[in-house]
């Protein structure tokens, strides 16, 4: 089953204008983590922002911010007035624990294609 | 600081060769970990070593291993090379075994 949802293959923006990406999780583990991450055509993957599910306030980090509906398991990433770099792919993610070992692994989304348009 | 880095940043192999890829975390980070991330998907866990062990491991064939040093540089070996190998390879480090993981520029594998 499909751990981490993102219903947006790609999406539209014009410059300066805010921008909603979605993404739904599925977890019966009460404590987990939720990711968002960038990756331009490079590759890198770009550490954006981090939403714990304890926390009782929705994580921003400057432009960024993530609407987080835990009855809904939804993490949604805004971006605020857009900008042209921020074209790219943004990939959901949550933190769980691997199977083996003790340890946490990342599982991602399929991710978003974001265009910012001049 | 320096981040995360990876070597080499393309490589070209045929089937049946074994590759090796190289990963040196970020300065203090003692935890590693290895995906792998196919055109069109999102990355996919194969490997995680912190303090040089072997702490978690996701659904790849034993032809994938890995090793982790003592200055905590990481391996990530890949025998018998099949065409469905051809990927995006990403080296993450965090601080433990349990912190936000931040990723390399990655090795994009072609096999011919």
């Known amino acids: 089953a499909q751990k981490i949802t993102q219903t947006q293959p790609g999406m539209f923006v014009q410059e300066k204008e805010a921008v909603t990406l979605d993404c739904t999780y599925d977890?019966?583990?009460?404590?987990?983590?939720l990711f968002w991450y960038k990756q331009p055509s490079s590759g890198e993957m770009i550490f954006l922002i981090y939403q714990g599910s304890y926390d009782q306030q929705n994580a921003t980090e400057g432009r960024y911010s993530l609407n987080f509906q835990k009855a809904r398991k939804s993490a949604n990433l805004v971006i605020s007035a857009s900008q042209l770099g921020d074209s790219a792919m943004y990939f959901c993610a949550m933190r769980e624990r691997a199977t083996q070992g003790g340890s946490e692994k990342l599982v991602f989304g399929k991710g978003t294609k974001l265009t910012v348009n001049p | 600081d320096a981040g995360v880095t990876q070597s080499p940043t393309h490589l070209i192999k045929t089937r049946g060769q074994h590759v090796t890829l190289r990963c040196s975390p970020i300065?203090?980070?003692?935890?590693v970990s290895w995906y792998q991330q196919v055109l069109g998907q999102g990355p996919q866990f194969i490997f995680q070593?912190?303090?040089?062990?072997?702490?978690g491991r996701g659904n790849f064939p034993d032809r994938f291993s890995a090793r982790q040093f003592p200055n905590y540089s990481s391996e990530l070996n890949v025998n018998a090379l099949l065409l469905g190998d051809s990927a995006l390879y990403l080296c993450?480090?965090?601080?433990?075994?349990?912190?936000?993981?931040?990723f390399g520029d990655g090795t994009r594998l072609s096999i011919l």
């Open positions: 977890t019966s583990d009460p404590s987990y983590g």
């Open positions: 300065s203090g980070h003692k935890s």
């Open positions: 070593y912190y303090e040089k062990e072997e702490r």
């Open positions: 993450a480090s965090s601080a433990t075994a349990f912190q936000p993981q931040h």
